[in-house]
């Protein structure tokens, strides 16, 4: 995945949820804000962070600082993940909650049956 130097705060932060296969609620209870804060920054509502929180955000997403407020330096390598990983996480991160347990419920039965066959 491409990423634009030129990206918005609100881009760079949810780009680098979605590579660290984060939700939003997710995220926000690792860096202690509100899921409607950082609903709120990803729609491009808040334009800024308080200095902690930008830190600890770069610490769970594995950005630096200065990538995720500016765009400046390197953003971490793309994980190992293939494209349909990352689409179906992004995918994934659009269910329901309710929608969500069905899904795990079928993975975890399709990976129970696959092992079951070794």
């Keep these: 995945?491409?990423?634009r130097k030129d990206m918005a705060l609100a881009n760079r932060i949810k780009d680098a949820r979605i590579r660290a296969g984060l939700s939003q609620a997710e995220l926000a209870?690792?860096?202690?804000?509100?899921?409607?804060?950082?609903?709120?920054l990803?729609?491009?509502?808040?334009?800024?962070?308080?200095?902690?929180?930008?830190?600890?955000?770069?610490?769970?997403?594995?950005?630096s600082?200065?990538?995720l407020t500016?765009?400046?330096?390197?953003?971490?390598?793309?994980s190992t993940r293939s494209k349909f990983e990352h689409d179906f996480l992004?995918?994934?991160?659009?269910?329901?909650?309710?929608?969500?347990?069905?899904v795990a419920r079928m993975v975890h039965s399709l990976v129970m049956d696959k092992l079951v066959q070794k």
């Design 1 to 3: 995945m491409a990423i």
């Design 29 to 40: 209870r690792r860096c202690g804000v509100s899921p409607s804060l950082l609903c709120n």
């Design 42 to 63: 990803e729609n491009g509502k808040i334009k800024s962070l308080r200095h902690s929180t930008l830190l600890q955000m770069s610490k769970t997403l594995g950005e």
């Design 65 to 67: 600082p200065e990538w």
């Design 70 to 78: 500016f765009g400046n330096g390197h953003t971490k390598p793309s």
């Design 90 to 102: 992004v995918d994934f991160h659009k269910l329901s909650a309710a929608e969500r347990k069905i």
